[in-house]
């Protein structure tokens, strides 16, 4: 098992950053690659961002692609993402979640996740 926790969203302008981190417990000297999804009222969950287990690759939906900025310490069992250039269409809850190694894009392919952070972009 593989407990997961967000924290760093909060309220912010058009234009401006957050942080998000996650940190992780329990299991986590499995391989597991790491993502971040994202849940805007009334849509389907939907992939923002995703890294390997070593942290060699990422991947980025295109919506977000030279914004926002995907990393882990394995050491600290963290998993960051920055958000730069913040749009009232990033308003979502932003969950974390452990899955293949490899860093699938697709949320059915996520064994754990967390509870979510609420991130509101004002325009």
Do not use: H
Not at 86 to 112: I, Q
Request: overall charge positive; some cysteine; hydrophobic content about 30%.
């Amino acid at each position: 098992q593989v407990q997961l926790a967000e924290s760093g969203g909060g309220l912010v302008q058009s234009g401006g950053s957050l942080r998000l981190s996650c940190a992780a417990s329990g299991r986590t000297f499995s391989p597991y690659g790491m993502g971040w999804f994202r849940q805007a009222p009334g849509k389907e969950r939907e992939f923002v961002s995703s890294i390997s287990w070593s942290g060699g690759s990422t991947y980025y939906a295109d919506s977000v692609k030279g914004r926002f900025t995907i990393s882990r310490d394995s050491v600290k069992n963290t998993l960051n993402l920055q958000m730069n250039s913040l749009k009232p269409e990033d308003t979502a809850v932003y969950y974390c979640a452990a899955g293949p190694a490899y860093a699938s894009r697709w949320p059915g392919e996520y064994n754990y996740w967390g509870q979510g952070t609420q991130v509101t972009v004002s325009s």
